[in-house]
């Protein structure tokens, strides 16, 4: 079966700092990744995606993702967190056979400190 | 400005009482979709619909409708609500075919509260 885990349901962080919030996939053949963003009370936002290519897809916001095929990894990063990044942030993969749906992780919520 | 909206954005309800969910996009997109989330379940599909009067099951169908008479407008009825379909709920769009290329926009949210 298809699906994105993210392990952590929290991540902390201290402002400046850099940040990375974790994702890895199961899936056949090769994964299409999403990472969106959402603010409170606010629906979700697309922020960068890996379809092909380099390994490292630069995205909104300043965020980037690492595609890791040996580790089947996604893991977002910043090399600097903003108190304003505090958001929950979802992990998905293309579903292989309804190539419109997005196949979601469970969520990790970001909250940098000041 | 193009959008997702969705109304209400906050209701509180009875069990049994029918109710309808809006969502409206204005960008000319022909792939809709609701989806709600639960805390540790993330984002589940509930109906999509790949253009007018096309609709399709996704993960979680149970105790839900959909329809699309117009390209613009896919409602969300909960012809008799029960408490496990509490939730939050959004609903989304994107242009077609592949979200490879287009991803997809999501409105605000609607906050269902069955009682």
């Known amino acids: 079966a298809q699906s994105v885990a993210q392990p952590e349901d929290q991540v902390n962080v201290a402002e400046g700092n850099p940040l990375t919030v974790k994702c890895t996939y199961s899936?056949?053949?090769?994964?299409?990744l999403f990472w969106y963003v959402q603010y409170p009370n606010r629906g979700l936002q697309f922020l960068l995606k890996y379809i092909t290519g380099d390994n490292l897809v630069k995205g909104s916001y300043g965020f980037e993702a690492e595609f890791n095929k040996s580790q089947t990894s996604f893991h977002l990063k910043k090399p600097s967190a903003l108190v304003s990044d505090s958001a929950l942030y979802f992990c998905?993969?293309?579903?292989?056979?309804?190539?419109?749906?997005?196949?979601f992780g469970t969520g990790t919520r970001l909250q940098v400190f000041p | 400005e193009a959008q997702v909206t969705q109304n209400p954005r906050y209701l509180i309800t009875v069990t049994g009482k029918k109710l309808t969910v809006t969502c409206s996009q204005n960008?000319?997109?022909?792939?809709m979709s609701w989806y709600r989330q639960d805390p540790g379940l993330g984002l589940r599909q509930i109906y999509y619909s790949m253009n007018v009067e096309v609709t399709d099951k996704g993960d979680v169908p149970e105790g839900y409708k959909v329809s699309r008479k117009e390209k613009r407008n896919f409602p969300l009825i909960l012809e008799s609500p029960s408490p496990n379909q509490t939730s939050l709920y959004f609903c989304?769009?994107?242009?077609?075919?592949?979200?490879?290329?287009?991803?997809?926009?999501f409105g605000d949210g609607t906050r269902l509260s069955i009682l």
């Open positions: 989304a769009s994107s242009l077609s075919g592949d979200i490879s290329n287009q991803p997809q926009h």
């Open positions: 960008m000319n997109h022909e792939y």
């Open positions: 998905a993969v293309r579903d292989l056979y309804n190539t419109d749906k997005l196949i």
């Open positions: 899936v056949s053949g090769n994964p299409y």
